[in-house]
C-alpha cells in the first residue's frame, strides 16, 4: 500500500543532542515537505525538496537540515536541539503536477527537548 | 504575513447541522485551493479541492464554495456528524505541484 511514513512516532529528548526524524514514502513522489506544527494548530512550511539533491528552505526559518539523497528518503536533522524545538514535525509528498490530489501527509513526530 | 486567513478558529454545531468555514486569500495567482481534515494524533488529509474555473464543487457531505471576485472560499459540511469532529485546514499554492500555503485552522465539535 502505498503510503509515507514518519519515525519515531513520539521522542523525548535532551537538550543538547543531535537527532534525526526520519521520513520515506513509497508512492514515488518527487516533492517532499517538512511542516512544523505548532500546539495551537498552524502549520509552518520548514523544508521542502522538488527531487533528489534539491532542497530549499521553506516560510519559517529553522535550525534543521535535510538531505534527499533518495527519492523516498527525506530526513530532517537537528545538529543540538533546544526546548524551542519540541513540537510536532510533519512530513509530507506530492506528484509533479500536484492535479487534484494534492498532499499525503506522514502522523508525525511529536518531539519534546527537555 | 498571513496569506491565507482562516475563520472560525473552533466551532460548535449540533449533530445534523450545518459546519461552515471561511478562508479568505491574497494572492490573485494561487490556482488551487484544497481542504484537509486532521484528526488527532494523526497527519492531515485531502478532504476536497478546487480550482478557480469553477464556483462549487460537491463530494458527499462536503461542499467547497469559491468566490473568486472576493478571493473567498467556504468548506460546508451537511448533516453534520460526531465523527467529523476534527480540525480542518484550508489551504492554497500557486500552480500546479507546487508548496502549499495553509490557513490556521478550525477546531469543529459536532455534539449529539
Known amino acids: 500500500e502505498a503510503d509515507i511514513y514518519q519515525t519515531p512516532r513520539y521522542l523525548v529528548i535532551g537538550t543538547g543532542k543531535k537527532i534525526t526524524l526520519e521520513c520515506s514514502q513509497t508512492?514515488?513522489?518527487?516533492?517532499m515537505y517538512w511542516y512544523q506544527q505548532d500546539p495551537g494548530m498552524e502549520l509552518h512550511l520548514i523544508h521542502y525538496?522538488?527531487?533528489?539533491?534539491?532542497?530549499e528552505k521553506g516560510d519559517l526559518s529553522s535550525e534543521s537540515t535535510v538531505s534527499r539523497i533518495r527519492t523516498e528518503h527525506f530526513p530532517l536533522t537537528l545538529e543540538s536541539a533546544r526546548p524551542s524545538h519540541t513540537s510536532q514535525y510533519l512530513c509530507a509528498s506530492s506528484e509533479l503536477g500536484q492535479g487534484i490530489n494534492g498532499y499525503t501527509f506522514g502522523s508525525g513526530t511529536r518531539l519534546t527537548v527537555v | 504575513q498571513q496569506q491565507v486567513k482562516q475563520s472560525p478558529q473552533s466551532l460548535i454545531v449540533q449533530k445534523g447541522g450545518i459546519s461552515i468555514i471561511n478562508c479568505a486569500y491574497e494572492?490573485?495567482?494561487?490556482?488551487?485551493f484544497p481542504w484537509y481534515q486532521q484528526f488527532p494524533g494523526k497527519g492531515p488529509a485531502l478532504l476536497i479541492a478546487?480550482?478557480?474555473?469553477?464556483s462549487e464543487k460537491k463530494e458527499g457531505r462536503f461542499t467547497i464554495s469559491f468566490n473568486k471576485s472576493a478571493k473567498q472560499f467556504s468548506l460546508h459540511i451537511m448533516d453534520s456528524q460526531p465523527g467529523d469532529s476534527a480540525t480542518y485546514f484550508c489551504?492554497?499554492?500557486?500552480?500546479?505541484?507546487?508548496?502549499?500555503?495553509f490557513g490556521t485552522g478550525t477546531q469543529l465539535k459536532v455534539e449529539l
Open positions: 525538496s522538488y527531487g533528489v539533491n534539491s532542497t
Open positions: 478546487i480550482r478557480p474555473d469553477v
Open positions: 494572492n490573485t495567482a494561487f490556482d488551487y
Open positions: 508512492m514515488g513522489h518527487d516533492k
Open positions: 489551504a492554497a499554492s500557486r500552480g500546479g505541484g507546487n508548496k502549499l500555503t
